[in-house]
Nanobody
Framework: QRQLVESGGGFVQSGGSLRLSCVASGYTSDNYCMSWFRQAPGKGRETVASLERDGRTTYADSVKGRYVISRDNAKNTLYLQMNSLKPEDTAMYYC??????????????????????WGQGTQVTVSS
């Protein structure tokens, strides 16, 4: 049974770092692209970073230069290394897997919410 399970969230001071993990049981890199999304209280879900099947990565402008998305295929695990964290990074972070041919950076967030596969999320809180 395919499953996505995130971990690694927590409470950190501004300027600190965290590494999120998403164990993607049953999802192979050949068949799925994967992304990290986040949703802050009272705000819509937004794409943070995506990793395509061919290894290409894309990042939201707000996290470029601070976050790195990667995958360990041997461990079936997606990572998000978050550095220089800011209070505005506070959110619930979700990983998503998508099997469509157009990849994880083509459609709207709503499309991926509807057609992607999602984990339960992990909370990141950054204090000022």
């Amino acid at each position: 049974q395919r499953q996505l399970v995130e971990s690694g969230g927590g409470f950190v001071q501004s300027g600190g770092s965290l590494r999120l993990s998403c164990v993607a049981s049953g999802y192979t890199s050949d068949n799925y692209c994967m992304s990290w999304f986040r949703q802050a209280p009272g705000k819509g879900r937004e794409t943070v970073a995506s990793l395509e099947r061919d290894g290409r990565t894309t990042y939201a402008d707000s996290v470029k230069g601070r976050y790195v998305i990667s995958r360990d295929n041997a461990k079936n695990t997606l990572y998000l290394q978050m550095n220089s964290l800011k209070p505005e990074d506070t959110a619930m972070y979700y990983c998503m897997a998508f099997s469509g041919a157009d990849g994880c950076a083509w459609y709207s967030v709503g499309y991926y919410v509807k057609y992607g596969s999602w984990g339960q999320g992990t909370q990141v809180t950054v204090s000022s």
